[in-house]
């Protein structure tokens, strides 16, 4: 069996070296009189600059599925099989989680690195999702009153807060609706790091660790495609709630974490394949993606949400579902991150800030459809750029609020915190530095 290493594996953590006073950030949080205290840095998961582009992307179509059937435009023109699809964006979150969150652990089981903290994983994941929601739960429902079918009494208030209203099928379709798949990440929180800790076990070899992965990966894939098959065939209120749990979306975050595989894999092993690393290959991946989008809107599967699928078309719209969010995400995870038009566009400012804040969008961007449609009672009727255009500005401009009001004073707590149990000491930092891509950045 291999020796764990008392610090993070290189190929997890970015540039890790002593932050002293000639660094401002050092001055910020290490010395509140700007005096050198030569500690080292907190080590920090490997960062990927395009992917606040991704979360973008993501956002805009959810905003854009929601906005298009509320005015009408998914049921009355043709490009509505197009926009009905669009719900493809939950999967996109699904698997930018699942490769985000695994690759420092994905990196330190091959390098026999040490593993993150699981106690401050799920602190870190709880600052991070929990605050803005009850925020934003609290504000849309007992301040604006959108959802007038909200449950009362504190037991569904608890339910409401602690995200298990997808477990209660009398509860799962009230409150922020869509907030369901914030159950699901939370469900996946929870498992990870312990699913983590099992797929370890007894290590010997870097090599044997890639082949246990990689079968561990395909039972989750398995699992979750096998149990959506079965669930599809049961027509029962909790097996249609079902199909949001965890276990359901296996496939989902499977093949991100095979994306973390095999980064982390390559960076261990310091490979560049070349296709991996040519410049065509992100229109060629986009192309792919693009492809099975069009393919999922030809299926013939109803324009109408929360449509119960036949198994087969259920089936292959999850597949296709993970597969062009898979596609999706290559370029952002191999290849030279600061080249090409792609890249570029991803870690554009604008697309980059809309990424920051796409969390606050995705929790209130529904209550600004149903506000504006109860403003001006045009459910169905109003035009699509319209309604697409008033819900992102205040959607943008709320989640703003949430962002420099409540997330970020929070995320600083949450940064603090770190990811590892201890710093590394200065050698092993230096190693890490040297093992570190120049390409590399802080993670923020």
């Given at each position: ?418 990811w590892w149990s201890s710093r590394p000491h200065m050698a092993s930092s230096c190693t890490a530095a040297r093992s570190t891509r120049a390409t590399s950045k802080a993670v923020r």
């Amino acid at each position: 069996m291999v020796d764990v290493a008392p610090v993070p594996a290189p190929e997890a953590v970015d540039d890790v070296r002593a932050e002293t006073t000639d660094h401002p950030r050092a001055r910020r949080w290490w010395s509140r009189h700007g005096r050198p205290t030569h500690q080292p840095a907190a080590a920090r998961p490997r960062h990927f600059p395009c992917f606040d582009g991704l979360r973008a992307i993501a956002a805009v179509l959810i905003v854009v599925v929601h906005t298009s059937f509320a005015s009408g435009f998914t049921v009355r023109s043709w490009v509505g099989i197009y926009t009905a699809r669009l719900e493809i964006g939950v999967s996109v979150f699904f698997l930018i989680s699942g490769f985000l969150l695994y690759r420092p652990f994905a990196a330190s089981h091959f390098a026999g690195g040490a593993a993150p903290s699981i106690g401050k994983f799920w602190v870190r994941r709880f600052l991070r999702i929990m605050p803005a929601y009850w925020l934003a739960f609290l504000v849309t429902n007992y301040g604006m009153h959108i959802d007038r079918k909200v449950h009362p009494g504190w037991h569904s208030l608890l339910i409401y807060l602690g995200l298990l209203q997808v477990y209660f099928p009398s509860h799962a379709l009230t409150g922020i609706t869509q907030a369901w798949s914030l159950c699901t990440e939370i469900a996946f929180y929870l498992f990870l790091p312990l699913y983590a800790m099992i797929v370890t076990r007894r290590r010997r070899s870097d090599h044997q660790q890639l082949i246990r992965e990689l079968v561990a990966l395909s039972g989750l894939f398995a699992t979750g495609l096998g149990l959506r098959f079965w669930l599809l065939h049961l027509h029962s209120p909790l097996a249609y709630v079902m199909l949001e749990w965890l276990p359901a979306c296996f496939d989902l975050f499977a093949l991100g974490m095979l994306l973390a595989v095999s980064s982390s894999w390559l960076a261990h092993r310091r490979a560049t394949p070349r296709w991996l690393w040519h410049p065509v290959m992100p229109w060629v991946s986009w192309l792919v993606a693009l492809g099975l989008l069009w393919v999922v809107s030809h299926l013939g599967v109803s324009r109408s949400p929360l449509e119960h699928n036949t198994p087969g078309r259920g089936m292959a719209m999850e597949l296709l579902y993970g597969l062009f969010a898979f596609f999706l995400l290559v370029p952002a995870v191999f290849g030279p991150q600061q080249r090409g038009v792609i890249r570029g566009v991803l870690r554009w400012k604008p697309v980059a800030a809309l990424g920051v804040v796409s969390y606050g969008v995705y929790l209130w961007h529904q209550a600004w459809v149903d506000e504006y449609l109860r403003w001006t009672g045009a459910l169905f009727r109003v035009p699509l750029p319209e309604l697409f255009g008033v819900v992102v500005g205040l959607a943008v401009a709320t989640a703003a609020a949430s962002y420099v009001f409540v997330e970020r004073p929070i995320l600083g707590l949450k940064d603090r915190l770190g990811w590892w149990s201890s710093r590394p000491h200065m050698a092993s930092s230096c190693t890490a530095a040297r093992s570190t891509r120049a390409t590399s950045k802080a993670v923020r």
